[in-house]
């Protein structure tokens, strides 16, 4: 079973704070990329979970 909302968005909360970014412009223009494509999926995601939300106050 998963997590509920409010645990989830602590852990999620939680990676997006600990995240080390000094180390990142030293990164692989391949990386850079891969690391671009990856937070734009989430985002789309935590979008996406947004309206779901928004549409249950709605």
């Known amino acids: 079973m998963g997590r509920d909302f409010w645990e989830a968005s602590r852990v999620i909360e939680q990676a997006l704070d600990a995240i080390d970014h000094t180390g990142d412009t030293r990164m692989p223009d391949t990386r850079k990329i891969a690391a671009m494509n990856r937070a ?10 947004a309206a779901v939300y928004t549409d249950l106050v709605a």
């Open 40 to 49: 734009r999926g989430l985002a789309d995601r935590m979008i996406a979970l």
